[in-house]
């Protein structure tokens, strides 16, 4: 595979060119380099630039509407928009484009979560039913709810399935009147293992507003994206439909908005790559957790069986042979594609966003790993890791939409 000739070329090449002054553009596949950052070697900066930019331009191209980033240490090494933010206006897309980041908004409501204990506000151990009394689910903890362990079923599916009007727009209280008077069977006890359930995260943002007494996505706004000046990052209300960036199928037909819009604290997060550099690198600052809880958020807490896949506190984890580990979320919203992932051992940084539906974005993500590290990810993503679970089943291939 292209990737592991990568990384093997990477290796010849630190083993065998130690770092020095200028090195030769006229021997590169590439003829023009960005400026080098300051605080990186050049050479290095120039092996990683030419590596992506080889490798996006052959399996990101064509049809790919988006924004890539690539960070080490936190410095930009790669950075590209392509396509259009509306393709049927063919307005341009560009770095102050806010995409939906679908699931990946999930480590945002978890972390809220992890502030407010680290505020001592909650405990990770309070009881779902201290939040809303009478929910007919005992036994569920916050915890529960972080790391898909709640058992509770999945909104998306006995929603689509109720009498609910579908013209009309589901809220978080909508979801949460559902599982009062219909009350879907529970998929399993709690805490006996992990099944990912969009659910957990909508109850999440209600326990957020009901301990700030403030709206989700004021909330989020004042106590995240302005502190860590995200300006182009927010969460979506009904407010936003006429302005918000739309999505668009494989086909690049426009994607229709449905009854499920509203619902946020499991998605509906809207920013750039940009804007979640500087989330990455807050998460490394220290500026938003004690250290104690920061860890619990990327730590395994399904041990049920062995794998390589798991989940800490809102983020997924992949936790390889030999040491290695990924902490990211992936997420898909109708046509819209995001990829968040970050390598510790070596402090890169991998944020690839569309708005218009390819997995491709899924196994570039996949593949990146490997140029930073020996990861053996030539494989790229599967199915559960990119987008089965993140979206209805009406979704899960685009049809042609008006």
């Keep these: ?19 020095s002054g ?46 890539i980033l690539i960070a080490k240490n936190g410095t930009i090494i790669y950075e590209k928009y392509s396509g259009y933010a509306d393709l049927r206006t063919k307005e341009l897309l560009s770095d102050n484009t806010s995409l939906h980041i679908a699931s990946a908004s999930k480590p945002f409501t978890a972390i809220a979560i992890l502030l407010m204990a680290d505020q001592k506000k909650i405990s990770l151990d309070d009881s779902l039913a201290a939040f809303f009394p009478g929910l007919p689910y005992p036994g569920i903890t916050v915890k529960m709810l972080l790391n898909h362990r709640s058992g509770l079923p999945n909104y998306i599916y006995f929603a689509d399935k109720s009498e609910w009007d579908k013209k009309q727009y589901m809220t978080n209280n909508d979801v949460l ?95 750039t790559p940009g804007d979640l550099l500087k989330w990455d690198q807050a998460l490394y600052s220290g500026q938003l957790l004690s250290q104690p809880l920061l860890d619990s958020a990327f730590t395994p807490y399904s041990l049920e069986r062995a794998s390589v896949h798991n989940y800490g506190l809102g983020w997924r984890l992949l936790l390889l042979p030999g040491g290695k580990k990924v902490i990211y979320h992936f997420g898909r919203w109708h046509g819209f594609n995001a990829a968040f992932a970050r390598l510790p051992d070596e402090k890169a940084t991998i944020i690839i966003l569309g708005n218009r539906f390819t997995r491709s974005i899924y196994n570039a993500a996949y593949h990146c790993y490997d140029i930073f590290g020996d990861y053996h990810q030539d494989k790229g993503a599967d199915e559960e890791e990119a987008d ?4 209805s089943k009406k979704d899960a291939k685009p049809k042609t939409r008006k």
């Design 1 to 19: 595979m292209k990737t592991a000739l990568y990384v093997l070329l990477g290796l010849l090449y630190f083993n065998c060119n130690p770092s």
């Design 22 to 67: 200028n090195d030769d553009a006229s021997e590169d596949s590439l003829q023009y380099y960005p400026l080098t950052p300051t605080g990186l070697d050049q050479k290095e900066f120039r092996y990683y630039y030419r590596v992506l930019a080889d490798y996006f331009d052959s399996s990101l191209n064509g049809s790919f509407n988006g924004g």
């Design 177 to 271: 009147n559902l599982l009062y008077s219909l009350q879907p069977k529970r998929s399993f006890p709690p805490n006996t293992h992990f099944s990912y359930s969009n659910t957990n995260y909508v109850l999440l943002a209600l326990i957020i507003e009901k301990i700030s007494g403030k709206t989700f996505p004021e909330y989020m706004r004042q106590n995240l994206f302005e502190p860590l000046q995200m300006k182009n990052t927010y969460v979506f209300t009904l407010a936003d439909s006429l302005t918000a960036t739309s999505s668009f199928d494989w086909n690049g037909n426009y994607w229709k908005n449905d009854f499920l819009e509203a619902t946020y604290g499991d998605k509906n997060i809207y920013s």
């Design 388 to 391: 089965s679970t993140e979206t």
